[in-house]
Every structure is written in C-alpha cells, then in structure tokens.
C-alpha cells in the first residue's frame, strides 16, 4: 500500500477520535432533551462555565475579585494556595449542581406547560447570562487548563506503523489527548447507561423520558428529575470543556464548540447517547475525510464546517428524526 | 415630579459630557467576548497613556485628554454603533480595533471628516493617501508584514529560497486572507512554492491542516490567526513537533496569550512585531508614578507591560504626537478632526523624539505624508521564550520589499477610487 492510502486512514482515525469530541458536547444537549424536551441553547456556555470553573479553583483564584476591588478598593485576586486537581473536580461538579438547582428553581419550575419554543428562548436567555455571569465571577483571560492530561503524538503508535507507508509514511499521527478523551468518553456513556438502566434515579429520569405524565401519576418528583438531568448536563459539560479546553487554554471561545455539536444531534438524534456517539464519529470522520480527499485538494480547503452540516442534512432528508431519533407519529 | 427628574436627567447629562475643550479619542474596545483576551490590555494601554498625559503634563498642549470607551465586542455592528454614538462628541480620530469595523467605517469617517487609524490592521492599501484621505494606518501594514515575514526567511537562508515550501495557515476571513496576493507575489520572485491552509472561525479544530502540515512538511509556516485560532495552532505545531522557530505569526498572533497554554511546547515561536515588547523602558516609571499609584489604572491594571498593552500605547502615544503637530501645525490648542489629519498627515517619529517620549526604540522610525498614510512598514520578528515567559525582538526593525508592496497598494487603491469616483488629492 502506498503512502497516501496510510496517510488516509490516518485521517480516518483522527475523524474518529475528533468524532468522539464533538460527541462529548453532544451528549450534553441530549441528555437534557430527553428528559424535558428542552433544546438547551446554553450547553456550550455551560462548558465554558465549568471548564472556567474548574482552572479558577486550581489557581485558587478569588470569585468575582474584580467586583469585590471595584466595589470595596481592595486589590485581592487570589487566596495564595493551588487546589489539588481532584478536590477542584469536587467542587466544579458542586457548583454545576448548584448552577443546575437554580435553573430549575428560577427558571423552568415557572415555565412548566409553555411551548419548547419559550423553553428554547428561555435557555438562550441562560447562555448570554451564564457567559456574563462567568465573565463576572473568574475574569475573561483566557486560563492555562494543566491536569495532567498528556499532549502531543503518541510516540508508541507513531513508530510502530511508521514500516506501513515506506519512507514517505511517518507513522499515524494520534494526539494522547484525543486517546484520553476517547477513553474518557467510553467510561461517561457506560456509566449513563448503567445509571439509566440500573439505578432508581435512572429510571425515574427514563419514566420522566418517556411521559412526564405518567411519572407523575406515579410520584416521580419532575423537579428532582429536572435538577438531576441538568446536574448531569452540567457534569458532562464539565468533561466537554476540560477536552476542549486543555487544547486551547480555557477561554470564551470555547462556548462556541456547541457549533460543532449541531450536526451530531441531527445525524444521531435528539434522543439518544448512542446516537451522538455514533453520529459524532461519522460527522468527524466524515468531514476530515471529504477535507482530505476534495477539501483541501480541489476547493481550497476549509470545508470541514458547512461539510458536516451537508452530511447532517442527508441525514435528516432521509431520516427526520436522526439515526437513533424516536420517529414521532401524530395523528390528527 | 417628573420635571423634577427630567431637569436632574439633564443636568447629569451635562456633567456626564465632555467640556468642548477636551481632545476626545474615543476607544473603540472589546472587554467582553470570545477576543476579550486580546481587546483588554489594548484598551488599558491605550487608556493609561493618556491618564499619564493627563497626569503628568496636564494633558496635550494645556487641553484634558478624554477616552470615550465605547465595547464593540469586537463585532462590526456594535462597532458601527459605537462610532455613531460617539462621533459627534467631538472625536479626533478613530482606532476601530477590527478590520470588519474598519471596512464599515472608511466610508463613514470620510464622510464625517473623521480621521481612522488602523495600525496593522484593516483594509492595506489606505496607505495610499491620494486616495484615503481620512484613513491612516502607519506604522505597517499586513502586506508589508507578509514581506517582512519573507525577508526574515531570507536572511535565515542567506537571500536563496528557492524551492523551499511557505505554507500560510490563515484565518479564513477578510483579515486572514490579506497577505495571500503579496505572498503570491513573492513566490514568483524568489521561487518558493506557496500553500495556502485555510482555518474556519473560531480556529477551535485545526487537525487537518496540522495533519497536511505533517504530511507535507513545509520548511517555514507562517500564521495569520487571531483568537482561540493561535493558541490551538501553537499546540497543535507542538503537537506534531514541527520545529517552533520556523512558525511565524503575524503581530496578531504574537502576545502571551498565544504561547502561554502550550506551555513548555511554545519555546522558540516567532511572531511579527512593528514595536518593542516588554516594560524596560523609562516610561513605565513615569506610569507607575502617575498612573498606577494614583490607582487610575484602566482595568485590573495586571496588564501592563504585555504585548498588547504595549500596542495600545503605543496607539495612543502616535494619537497624541499627531494632535500635538496638528496644535504646532494650526497655532491653537483646541484642535478639530481636520486638523488632526493634518497632524497625521505631517507626523514624524524619530529615534530622538521616541528617546524624549521615554520609549527610546520603541518602535521604527518612520513618517507620514498627504502621499502616504502607511509609513515605512518596518517590522521587527520577536521570540518567545517559555522559560522566562517573556517575548524578546532577535531582529532590527527591516525594511518591506516596497518594489512588490508599492504596485499592489497603487493597483488595489486605484480599483477604490475609481468604484468610489474619488479623485486622487496630493497634488
């Protein structure tokens, strides 16, 4: 085989793995949809947010310093002390569950019964405030993300499939961050599912799913369900933001990565895990591969954006409802 | 009742406005945002230079110096909004800090009578002063900046470049796609094979064009980024291990924010630069002094001394040795945004007057004329260096290859006049 047929499946390969990152922040926007029908327009904020969050804490960064000097005259802006990685976790997770209590307490509890589409405002509101809120608390500098995920090509694949091409061929190329993330995610959708599965919250959360009514009928608590839902949104908008984030530093771009999230949830549904891994792996591997192959060849490159909506859309011309979608009948 | 408060309103808004003798720079800024990073110590620079005029020598020429901030966001809309809204306070001359803005506000500005400085930014050819009366944007532009980029090479391979490979890795935008035609232009003449990588906005995901990088290996890559885009180029280099001091980025691509998330990796960047970095000069004193001490920094005051910040000074302190000639120029103090043009149009910055100012080789030489807006184009290559985490320039400030720049700048202007039916002044 030649040179370029390697160098092809390495993009392939890097597809998958660019797949399982736009998955990540997928999963986030599914997990809330399921549950409450809401098209929740803040998850890439909350990304932000809890990335923001997290490298904060670790620099032991004071909350709303700015705030406090402007208001009192005083010139703090750190405690002096660097939180351990996983006591910081700890913490971020408890914030994005305090964040998730108060979007249910004063937002959603008083939209109960309203049309998904003040729902949806409803969430784009939250965005813009979050970003603000965030701004406020932790300052808009764009933060060094070091947890001690490694970076850089993995040297061990590199040199043990550099023989494959001849000598025009140096090996695949995957980032250990990729490979991280990749794992990462494995472990999040298995524990979704066993927590959906097996757990009496799970499944209380899947009864919700399925009819709000019914649950209630039953005693499911729908505040409890909503906050736990977001809570976990929240979680996995933390995993999203501490990937995308560790790439870049942790800054406000980074909401933005809920562009790249779109057309996985068109492909793989509004409704499934499954299906925003799967639809993030053909949506990664699908533009990388069409940039490598026509892209940068024959149109000059950059199509890796507007590609992955054209995929996204055959999808929906074929299948409206996405690959693992619920296909939604009424009758009149 | 009401009267009550509507007299208050009203006298608020007159305590709130400017007296008419205040020289009034509006800064166009963007605090918040995805591009906050880069906006906030340009803003504070430029703030604190004139809080320091102010300060120290009662302003310029006797008159208060008074910086209308206005956030943009760094969005062409917001940015047109904020020029309306302030425009007519008196403003001398406009820094839109954006190219989109800029484009927007040529048009504008010539109609007001407002001069616009883009320093290193926005649209190249209003160098040409025939044709861009009220546009500047000494001290260099982005097609000098190409050139420069090209000369470094040069100088690196003693003056033969021939067959090597230049990728240009480049925001695919107005602004990113700039140097392309003078690149192109220097191709032919010294042989080197151009490839062009374009990196939709934000910049966020970049593994093809590194995994093309990798593949292809170019002997140099130079960046044309801005945003989130640099720092996930300068890993995704590291990443790949591609050799950090044949990177070049644009002085868009050239402040601590860029290197410092790759950390260690960053080492040996280089990065375009048309000023001096760090605060080693005797001006941070005179800050620190009147400034900083009185606690009239501009925003957190954490900010000084880094790259950006040095550029907005060094924006204000060319926006008030320009209304200081244009004072000289018209014998009065109380100078209009006619007469600041004038002043732009008749600035000259030497080594002797940089010395005076505290900023002795701050920046090039360099003056302006009715004829040309842009200067001289000298431009200097900084290097990062990760370990003290600090940028320092390995070059003196070089000249462009004007004998390629020039024809590009009279063509492109000559298509503005005649698409705008302007006649060229000068004469």
Known sequence: MSADFYYGVEVFLNGLMAGVLYALVALGFVLIYKASGIFNYAQGVMALFAALTLASIIEGQVPFARLINATFGTEIHDFGWRVPVLLAIVLSIGVMVAFAWLVQRLVFRHLVGQAPIILFMATIGLAYFLEGFGDLMWGSEIKTLDIGIPQGGNRWIEEHSAFLGGDDFYGFFIDNLDIVAALVAAVLVAGLVAFAQYSKQGRAMRAVADDHQAALSVGISLDFIWVLVWSLAGFVALVAGVMWGAKSGVQFSLSLIALKALPVLMLGGFTSIPGAIVGGLIIGVGEKLFEYLVGAPYLGGATENWFAYVVALLFLVFRPQGLFGEKIIERV | ?427
């Open chain 2, 1 to 427: 009742m009401k009267k009550r408060l509507a007299m208050m309103a009203l006298g608020a808004a007159l305590l709130a406005g400017p007296a008419m003798a205040d020289l009034v720079f509006p800064s166009l800024s963007y605090r918040t945002g995805p591009y906050a990073p880069g906006g906030i110590p340009f803003a504070d620079g430029y703030a604190d230079y004139f809080t320091l005029l102010n300060e120290r020598d009662g302003g310029i020429g006797g008159e208060k110096a008074k910086v209308i901030e206005c956030e943009t966001g760094y969005n062409t809309e917001k940015g047109v909004e904020c020029y309306e809204s302030t425009k007519g306070e008196g403003a001398l001359v406009y820094q839109p800090l954006s190219t989109g803005i800029t484009y927007q506000l040529i048009p504008k500005t010539a109609a007001d009578g407002i001069p616009m400085h883009t320093m290193g930014y926005g649209r190249t050819s209003a160098a040409n002063g025939k044709v861009f009366e009220w546009t500047f944007n000494y001290p260099t532009n982005y097609w000098y900046g190409a050139s420069i980029a090209i000369k470094h090479i040069l100088d690196l391979n003693g003056g033969d470049i021939k067959g090597k490979t230049i990728a240009l890795l480049y925001h695919n935008s107005a602004y990113g796609k700039e140097p392309i035609r003078t690149l192109q232009e220097l191709s032919k003449k010294h042989g080197f094979n151009l490839t062009l990588l374009p990196v939709d906005h934000p910049g966020q995901e970049q593994k093809s064009q590194w995994l093309q990088i990798r593949r292809e290996r170019p002997d140099y890559v130079l960046m044309w980024g801005w945003g989130v885009m640099n720092q996930v180029a300068i890993q995704e280099a590291a990443n790949i291990n591609y050799p950090m001091d044949h990177f070049i980025g644009i002085w868009w691509s050239a402040s601590e924010n860029d290197v410092l998330p790759a950390g260690a990796a960053a080492d040996g960047y280089k990065a375009l630069a048309f000023h001096n970095v760090g605060k080693n000069f005797p001006i941070y004193d005179d800050i620190q002094k009147y400034v900083v001490d009185k606690g009239l920094a501009a925003g957190n005051g954490d900010q000084i001394g880094t790259v950006l910040y040095n550029r907005g000074l060094y924006a204000a302190m060319l926006a008030a040795e320009a209304a200081k000639t244009a004072q000289e120029l018209h014998g009065t103090a109380q100078i209009t945004p006619a007469m600041m043009r004038d002043g732009m149009e008749h600035l000259e910055m030497t080594p002797e007057k940089m010395e005076a100012l505290g900023v002795p080789n701050f920046g090039p030489a360099f003056s302006v004329s009715c004829e040309n807006h842009g200067g001289n184009g000298l431009g200097a290559v900084a290097q990062w260096d990760a370990k003290s985490k600090s940028w320092s320039l390995i070059t003196d400030f070089m000249e462009p290859d004007q004998d390629v720049v020039q024809p590009l700048i009279e063509e492109d202007s000559a298509a503005y006049a005649a698409e705008n039916n302007i006649t060229p002044r000068c004469n």
